[in-house]
């Protein structure tokens, strides 16, 4: 399955309502989500996850073991 858009409505950091394109270049089968800390994307993660599976997913954990899979 490919994302071609999402719309969300006042879920969490997005306000009001917003949408969001994804890229549609049918020679590429991944799509990379970047920011800054704080950025919403682990806020778009829960409603790509809301939309597909019915359920929220409020107790994901966040483990910064960056460092330790560099070494």
Do not use: P
């Amino acid at each position: 399955m490919k994302l071609a858009q999402l719309k969300l409505e006042n879920f969490r950091q997005y306000h009001g309502r917003q949408r969001l394109d994804f890229a549609r270049d049918n020679q590429k089968n991944v799509t990379v989500i970047h920011g800054i800390n704080g950025a919403g994307k682990t806020s778009l993660f829960l409603a790509i996850n809301w939309c597909l599976y019915g359920k929220s997913v409020d107790n994901v954990k966040v483990i910064d073991n960056v460092g330790e899979l560099m070494s």
